[in-house]
């Protein structure tokens, strides 16, 4: 059983800069299990299905969508069990909640709001 807990959303003007964080709980794994999880970051906004943002391999390979690249980065501190998204240049249309994955597990999302 894995635990995803995110954090840092919130409201920002277009232009400005967030970063996301998403600390992972394991049940039931082996110390260390957390560094072979992908991980992955979805968004949602009204109206519109769940997207892929970004993932990161447990060996570190990086995947944008096209619409956020050059803008967000994804990265992962295994040792502190936590995936985060930098995300630069925001715009209105990256409105959304934002949601930490790995396999099966969703955390409870974090609201990001782009606006003047």
Do not use: H
Not at 14 to 27: I, Q, T
Not at 95 to 115: D, E, I, L, R
């Amino acid at each position: 059983q894995v635990q995803l807990v995110e954090s840092g959303g919130g409201l920002v003007q277009p232009g400005g800069s967030l970063r996301l964080s998403c600390v992972a709980s394991e049940s039931g794994f082996s110390l260390g299990f957390f560094s072979t999880f992908t991980m992955r970051w979805y968004r949602q906004a009204p109206g519109k299905q769940r997207e892929l943002v970004a993932s990161v391999t447990g060996g570190g390979t990086m995947t944008y969508a096209d619409s956020v690249k050059g803008r967000f980065t994804i990265s992962r501190d295994n040792a502190e069990k936590t995936v985060y998204m930098q995300m630069n240049n925001l715009r209105p249309e990256d409105t959304a909640v934002y949601y930490c994955n790995t396999a099966s597990f969703w955390g409870q999302g974090t609201q990001v709001t782009v606006s003047s």
